[in-house]
T-cell receptor, first 113, second 115 residues
Framework: AQSVTQPDIHITVSEGASLELRCNYS??????LFWYVQSPGQGLQLLLK??????LVQGIKGFEAEFKRSQSSFNLRKPSVHWSDAAEYFC???????????FGTGTRLKVLA | NAGVMQNPRHLVRRRGQEARLRCSPM?????VYWYRQLPEEGLKFMVY????????ESGMPKERFSAEFPKEGPSILRIQQVVRGDSAAYFC?????????????FGPGTRLTVL
């Protein structure tokens, strides 16, 4: 069955530190991959997406993600975290050709001043 | 450049009442998707609609839940005779093309609390 795993429920980093949020998926072919961010009381904002091509994807707010087929991973990274990055981050898989996005359970990021 | 609009943002209902959640897609988008987020879980697909058509409702509970997207006006997710287990955040997303060809853009969600 298709699934998305975000192994870290909570992550705390200091402002200015680097960040990596993990995402692993289970799917037979190469899916569409997404990272969304949800600030408290807000909807989901698309950070970046991967459909095909270059496996290193640049997104908004200084985020990037790398698709690694051999590891079935799509980890999100940011070199220097800002306090405003504190939010919940969701990795999602959109099996190619379908609209039924499958979401991970999210990683809640806390940023220390 | 308004995004996906949902209202109300918060809705409180007593058990047995009806809940109506509304979603206006982004301008130019004719495809709407509803997802439910239960506490401590990721979003789960419920239903996919185009104007006046339900394309896929495979993720929606068979009873008490219904959805529509009329020719005019917003998409409506309706939950009849709500129970405590319906308490969740309900998100609407829209896309211009549909059928998995493009990206879904999400609204702020409606947080339903059933007392």
């Amino acid at each position: 069955a298709q699934s998305v795993t975000q192994p870290d429920i909570h992550i705390t980093v200091s402002e200015g530190a680097s960040l990596e949020l993990r995402c692993n998926y289970s799917y037979g072919a190469t899916p569409y991959l997404f990272w969304y961010v949800q600030s408290p009381g807000q909807g989901l904002q698309l950070l970046l997406k991967y459909f095909s091509g270059d496996t290193l994807v640049q997104g908004i707010k200084g985020f990037e993600a790398e698709f690694k087929r051999s590891q079935s991973s799509f980890n999100l990274r940011k070199p220097s975290v800002h306090w405003s990055d504190a939010a919940e981050y969701f990795c999602a898989v959109g099996p190619s050709g379908t609209y039924k996005y499958i979401f991970g359970t999210g990683t809640r990021l806390k940023v220390l001043a | 450049n308004a995004g996906v609009m949902q209202n109300p943002r918060h809705l409180v209902r007593r058990r047995g009442q009806e809940a109506r959640l509304r979603c206006s897609p982004m301008k130019g988008h004719s495809h709407v998707y509803w997802y439910r987020q239960l506490p401590e879980e990721g979003l789960k697909f419920m239903v996919y609609l185009q104007k006046e058509n339900i394309i896929d409702e495979s993720g929606m509970p068979k009873e008490r839940f219904s959805a529509e997207f009329p020719k005019e006006g917003p998409s409506i997710l309706r939950i009849q005779q709500v129970v405590r287990g319906d308490s969740a955040a309900y998100f609407c997303a829209s896309s211009p093309e549909g059928l998995g060809l493009d990206t879904q853009y999400f609204g702020p969600g409606t947080r339903l609390t059933v007392l």
